[in-house]
């Protein structure tokens, strides 16, 4: 059973340009979120979505980003006229659902390290 | 407001003596608890969670967590080190009174950077 899948690994991007992440949740999963990683900090709930549903996106930031997870294929964590602050590493997390998710143990993705030039 | 502390940046051990990377936490109610290990360029794995029951609970690799209520901790520990337990460490809760969507997101500490000596 393949785990949780990003890709790109690694994306640079020059400062105005927009970067798309994807993420592939493990088989059978059907809730998705999405954390941001600064150096040497841990990790920054962004959102929370289920199938064509946002959950929570109070970690989001208001301007610029945007996520979704349509009924088939991946959720995308897309980032509009990247800035260098944007720099960071973006972790995918899934979890099985159908019941609380507050006992549900998130399995995390490798990760997409976002470089803005 | 929900909060975790990881309050060493870095732990440092010889191989084969116990390790304790500590953790405390603060919740309006009773709290879910994780751990998780990262490797270097890597994603996150999960090691073990309290979620209620027995206080003592036991994980992948060894590792086991104990829950204090009262001193609101869920220190991780090892009996013995290993050099390949070299990783940086982070303690995550979950408030399970929360209500709607927030219910669903972790709440991370800084993480601790643990070294294994040979």
């Known amino acids: 059973n393949a785990g949780v899948m990003q890709n790109p690994r690694h994306l640079v991007r020059r400062r105005g340009q927009e970067a798309r992440l994807r993420c592939s949740p493990m088989k059978g999963h059907s809730h998705v979120y999405w954390y941001r990683q600064l150096p040497e900090e841990g990790l920054k709930f962004m959102v929370y979505?289920?199938?064509?549903?946002?959950?929570?996106e109070s970690g989001m930031p208001k301007e610029r980003f945007s996520a979704e997870f349509p009924k088939e294929g991946p959720s995308i964590l897309r980032i509009q006229q990247v800035v260098r602050g944007d720099s960071a590493a973006y972790f995918c997390?899934?979890?099985?659902?159908?019941?609380?998710?507050?006992?549900?143990?998130?399995?995390f993705g490798p990760g997409t390290r976002l470089l803005v030039l | 407001a929900q909060s975790v502390a990881q309050p060493e940046d870095q732990v440092n051990v010889a191989e084969g003596n116990p390790l304790t990377v500590k953790c405390t936490y603060s919740?309006?109610?009773?709290?879910?608890l994780f751990w998780y290990v990262q490797y270097p360029n890597r994603g996150l794995q999960f090691l073990l969670k309290y979620i209620t029951g027995d206080n003592l609970v036991k994980g992948s690799y060894g590792f086991e967590a104990e829950f204090n209520k009262s001193q609101t901790s869920f220190h991780l520990k090892k009996p013995s080190a290993l050099v390949s337990d070299s990783a940086l460490y982070f303690c995550?809760?979950?408030?399970?009174?929360?209500?709607?969507?927030?219910?669903?997101?972790?709440?991370f500490g800084k993480g601790t950077k643990l070294s294994v000596k040979p």
């Open positions: 997390a899934s979890s099985p659902g159908g019941g609380m998710p507050t006992g549900e143990t998130q399995y």
């Open positions: 919740v309006s109610g009773n709290p879910y």
């Open positions: 979505l289920q199938k064509e549903n946002i959950i929570d």
């Open positions: 995550a809760v979950r408030d399970p009174t929360k209500r709607g969507g927030s219910q669903g997101n972790l709440i």
